[in-house]
C-alpha cells in the first residue's frame, strides 16, 4: 500500500513541474454506482483511489471508473512525460450499483460483437486459440482493455483462466471474475456464449464474496451483435441443403466420421474436430458454433456455442444433436415412386450406429388388424395403404438415443386423389412391440417431382411407418387449402399452405377437391 501511495504522490508531483497544456484531461460523473468518464488527448496511465483507499489503475484514451462509495475520488494521468490530476466529490447515487431509472445504459458499455472468431494467446505457454467472438471472453476483447489467459487447465475442462485486466494481476485468493446478466457462470469466459443484449460484468474479487456492486474495480459491459459472415445463430438443420443428397443404398451410416471424436468431461459431453482428417465421400464443417457432418443421405448438425481451435483441433461441448435421414427412395407396383425424409432429435452422437429404410406395398394382416382396432370407435377405417417404410436401427435405441422422430412421406398426387383426398392421408406408426399410432399428419408441400408431402410427428421414435387413407369420418376435421411451392419438403412452421395458382399446381388442386381435398391438421385447429 505504501508503494501505490508513493506513486500517487510521484505523479501529483510531477504534475506539478509539467506543462499542463502537454496533456489535457475532461472529466464527467461523479455518483456512487454510476461511471466516471475520464478522457484524455492522447493514450494514458490512469490511477484511480477512492478515499485514499486501494488504488485502481487503468490505460487507454477513454476510460471508465465506477465508484462504489461517496467521497473523494482521486484521478491522475500520466502520457509522454506528462502527468495531470484531479480530485471530484462523489456524491450518492439514486439506486445503486448499476445506475437505475435509466442509468443502467449509461453503467455499461456497448461492445459490438460480430459474428465469427477472435485469436486469443495464453502468456504461460504462448499457444494461440481461437475463441468465438459472442463469448464473455469475446466481450471482454471487443471492449479494447488488455487482458492475459492461462491455458493449464485447456485440456482438461477448456478453459482459458483470465490472470489479469489491465495490468492487474491475481494473487493468492483475489483475482478477477466475471458474471453474465447477474449470474456467476460455472465456465470458463472463453465458452461462456453471450446474446444481443446481455450484461457482462468482469470485476476484481478480493474473495468469494464479492460482487460487482462491492468490488473497487470492475468493467460493465453490454453485448450488442453486429453483423458477420456467419452469425452461427441458426440451429437446425432445415437451414442447410446436403451436398451428398439423398442416400445411395437402404442402410446409412450414422456414427462418427474419422477425425471427430467425444468423451465426457465434468458430466457433460465434449466434441472434437481434427479439421486436417481425411473424409472420403463425406465431410465435416466447423461453421460458427456448429459442427455439420454430411454424408449421402444423412445431415448432422451438432450444437455447441463455445467451439474453440487449437493447433488443428476444434472442441466444443455438446448442447444438441439433430440429424436429417434422406433415404433412398424406393418404388411400389401400380403406385410409382415413394419416399420421405426423417428428422431425428438425438440425446447424442453414436460412436458406431446406422439406420436402414426399406419399402413394402402393404401391412402385415396383425397390423392392419389392429389399425382396424383402432379406428372402430371413430367408426373409421382404412380403404387403401400407400405404402410402407420399415425403418431399422443398428446401434441406436429408441427414447435412450432417439429422443423424438418426424416423418415425412411423399406419394403422388393420383394415389391421393383416388383414395379420399388429402383429407383422407394417415401416416400411422407401429412400434417394435406392436403398439400403433395414428399420428397427426398434415400435408406440407409438394417436391420438385410433383409428389405430395406428408407430415407427421413421431414422439416415440422409429420403427414401421405406413402411409393410408381413412374411412369418411376421418374427414371431418378442420380444413387448409393447397400449398403453392414444389420443395423438398416445406416446414408447417416456415411455409404455410396456401390456394394453388393455375397451371399444373391448380390441375393437381382442382382433382384433390373432387376427393375431399381438405387437409386434417386438428392441431391448428
Known amino acids: 500500500m505504501h508503494r501505490f501511495l508513493t506513486l500517487l504522490c510521484l505523479l501529483c508531483a510531477a504534475a506539478c513541474t509539467m506543462p499542463a497544456a502537454a496533456l489535457s484531461m475532461d472529466v464527467s460523473g461523479n455518483t456512487a454506482g454510476s461511471p466516471v468518464i475520464v478522457t484524455c488527448d492522447q493514450e494514458a496511465f490512469f490511477v484511480f483511489q477512492e478515499n485514499s483507499g486501494t488504488p485502481v489503475f487503468a490505460q487507454g484514451t477513454t476510460v471508465r471508473y465506477v465508484p462504489h462509495t461517496t467521497g473523494a475520488l482521486s484521478i491522475a494521468a500520466t502520457a509522454g512525460g506528462a502527468t495531470v490530476a484531479e480530485s471530484v466529490a462523489i456524491s450518492a447515487g439514486g439506486s445503486g450499483g448499476n445506475g437505475g431509472d435509466g442509468g443502467e445504459d449509461e453503467t455499461y458499455q456497448d461492445v459490438v460483437l460480430p459474428a465469427g472468431n477472435v485469436t486469443v494467446t495464453a502468456a504461460n505457454s504462448g499457444t494461440t486459440y481461437t475463441v468465438n467472438r459472442r463469448t464473455a471472453l469475446g466481450a471482454l476483447d471487443a471492449s479494447g482493455v488488455s487482458y492475459t489467459v492461462d491455458d493449464g487447465w485447456y485440456d482438461q475442462y477448456g478453459t482459458l483462466y483470465i490472470t489479469a485486466i489491465n495490468g492487474r494481476t491475481n494473487e493468492g485468493a483475489s483475482g478477477w471474475m466475471y458474471q453474465v446478466n447477474g449470474v456467476s457462470p460455472s465456465v470458463g469466459a472463453n465458452v461462456k456464449t453471450v446474446q444481443n443484449g446481455d450484461r457482462v460484468v468482469f470485476y476484481w474479487s478480493e474473495s468469494m464474496s464479492s460482487t460487482p456492486a462491492t468490488s473497487d474495480n470492475a468493467i460493465w459491459l453490454k453485448v450488442v451483435y453486429g453483423s ?155 380403404t387403401c395403404t400407400a405404402c410402407v417404410m420399415n425403418v431399422g436401427m443398428n446401434g441406436l435405441v429408441n427414447e435412450e438415443d432417439i429422443a423424438s422422430a418426424t416423418v415425412r412421406m411423399t406419394i403422388s398426387p393420383a394415389w391421393v386423389e383416388a383414395h379420399g383426398g388429402a383429407g383422407a392421408v394417415r401416416i400411422v406408426h407401429i412400434a417394435d412391440d406392436g403398439t400403433v399410432e395414428i399420428l397427426e399428419t398434415g400435408m406440407v408441400g409438394i417436391d420438385e417431382k410433383g409428389n405430395l408431402i406428408f407430415e407427421a410427428l413421431s414422439p416415440n421414435g422409429l420403427s414401421i411407418f405406413a402411409m393410408v387413407s381413412l374411412g369418411d369420418a376421418a374427414r371431418s376435421a378442420s380444413t387448409t387449402p393447397m400449398p403453392t411451392t414444389a420443395a423438398t419438403g416445406i416446414s408447417p412452421s416456415t411455409t404455410a399452405p396456401a390456394q394453388a395458382p393455375l397451371g399444373w399446381a391448380a390441375a393437381i388442386a382442382g382433382a384433390l377437391i373432387g376427393g375431399g381435398i381438405c387437409l386434417n391438421r386438428r392441431k391448428e385447429g
Do not use: Q
Request: net charge negative; glycine share 12%.
Open 228 to 382: 458477420g459472415s456467419d452469425s452461427g445463430d441458426a440451429d437446425t438443420t432445415a437451414d442447410y441443403a446436403n451436398a451428398f443428397g439423398p442416400a445411395t443404398a437402404a442402410t446409412i451410416p450414422v456414427g462418427l466420421p474419422e477425425g471427430v471424436t467425444t468423451a465426457v468431461v465434468g458430466g457433460k459431453t465434449r466434441i472434437s474436430v481434427n479439421l486436417n482428417a481425411a473424409h472420403d465421400g463425406e465431410r465435416v464443417t466447423v461453421k460458427g458454433d456448429r459442427i455439420i457432418i454430411e454424408r449421402p443421405g444423412l445431415l448432422l448438425t451438432v450444437m455447441t456455442g463455445d467451439i474453440t481451435e487449437r493447433d488443428g483441433i476444434a472442441t466444443g461441448f455438446i448442447r444438441s444433436v439433430t440429424a436429417r435421414l434422406t433415404p433412398i427412395p424406393g418404388a411400389i407396383s401400380g403406385i410409382g415412386e415413394v419416399g420421405g425424409t426423417l428428422d431425428l432429435s438425438l440425446n447424442g452422437i453414436p460412436a458406431l450406429g446406422d439406420i436402414t429404410v426399406t419399402y413394402a406395398p402393404d401391412l402385415s394382416t396383425e397390423e392392419r388388424s389392429a389399425i382396424f382396432a383402432l379406428c372402430a370407435p371413430e367408426r373409421a377405417t382404412v
